[in-house]
């Protein structure tokens, strides 16, 4: 072994649990991968049976890695996830939630018609999964443990089409400020990293995305669009003891892209 790949990692002997990783374009598969170089364990879930087989070859290429299920639409599933947990580890350091949904239907046209189940689905996806995440994994979690969701310029900004989405980017981002209040006299440190649009499944599938790259490739600061690798990167920072006196923040990797008044 190489003098490099003995020297510690930033997150050496952390245990992390990465919800989030559909495809090897996943934003939680880069945080999964870098974690793991830099010595953290890890535990990822799959949202479903359909998914189960792509995550599993992921999760093999990351040796000792532990494969869930959890469809955190489901109480029983949450319930389940963090008793397996807390019988197999005693701690649990990160949590990355890189989890959200829409229906396709409410990511187009205009926001004042998205329907009631429309809305309640994608708040509870996208918002209520992060604070039913943290309840039930809060008695493993303790000094120095992490938690870490994405969220999107478009919960502070109109972004067409993102739509019920933005509103519930705007309510995970306020979750992670109350989530902080509530959780740091434990030490557990509640952040969220707002990146800019990257090439994913989830992102693919939205009509026009490709032009939103190309847009912001001509204006944001660093013209060029935001890669996975560069988030995993921020993530990192955040889930390391580097970033021990951060917490209840948003952190931008969109290229500089959200300090532009006019585009
Ligand atoms: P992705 O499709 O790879 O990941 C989305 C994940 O959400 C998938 O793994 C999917 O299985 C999971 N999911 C959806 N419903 C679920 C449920 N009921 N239970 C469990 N898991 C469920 O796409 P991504 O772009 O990597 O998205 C990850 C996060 O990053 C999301 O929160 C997204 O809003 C955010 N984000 C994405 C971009 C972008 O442009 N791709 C930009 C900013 C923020
Ligand atoms: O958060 C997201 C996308 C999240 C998402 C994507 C899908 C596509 C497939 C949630 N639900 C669904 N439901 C599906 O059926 N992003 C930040 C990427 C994104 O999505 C947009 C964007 C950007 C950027 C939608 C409209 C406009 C811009």
Redesign the pocket.
């Known amino acids: 072994m190489g003098v490099v790949s003995c020297m510690a990692g930033l997150v050496e002997g952390k245990r992390a649990l990465v919800?989030?990783?559909?495809?090897e374009?996943?934003?939680?598969?880069a945080i999964a991968q870098r974690l793991a170089q830099e010595g953290a364990t890890l535990a990822l879930?799959?949202?479903?049976e359909r998914?189960e087989r792509n995550v599993r070859s992921l999760a093999e290429r990351l040796p000792g890695t532990w494969l869930l299920p959890?469809?955190?639409?489901?109480d029983e599933q949450i319930s389940r996830l963090s008793q397996e947990l807390q019988s197999r580890w005693e701690r649990l350091d990160i949590l990355v939630?890189?989890?959200?949904?829409a229906k396709k239907e409410e990511l187009s046209g205009r926001y004042v018609d998205t329907s009631r189940e429309g809305f309640r689905l994608a708040m509870d996806?996208?918002v209520f999964?992060l604070v039913a995440l943290c309840k039930a994994l809060e008695p493993m979690m303790g000094a120095g443990s992490s938690v870490l969701?994405?969220?999107?310029l478009g919960s502070e900004r109109v972004v067409p089409n993102y739509n019920v989405?933005g509103v519930a980017?705007a309510a995970l981002e306020a979750s992670v400020r109350y989530l902080s209040n509530d959780l740091g006299p434990q030490g557990i440190r509640v952040n969220a990293?707002?990146?800019?649009?990257?090439?994913?499944?989830?992102?693919r599938a939205i009509a026009g995305?490709t032009t939103m790259l190309q847009r912001v490739r001509e204006v944001a600061p660093l013209r060029r669009n935001?890669e996975?690798e560069e988030v995993a990167d921020a993530a990192l920072f955040l889930l390391s003891d580097l970033a021990r006196g951060v917490t209840g923040e948003v952190l931008y990797v969109d290229s500089g892209y959200h300090i532009l008044g006019m585009v």
Request: aromatic share 10%; charged share 10%; glycine share 4%.
């Open positions: 919800l989030g990783v559909a495809s374009r996943s934003i939680a598969w879930t799959y949202q479903n998914l959890c469809d955190v639409s489901d939630h890189s989890v959200a949904f996806v996208s999964s969701t994405l969220t999107y989405m980017k990293i707002s990146a800019g649009p990257v090439n994913t499944l989830a992102a995305f935001t996975a």
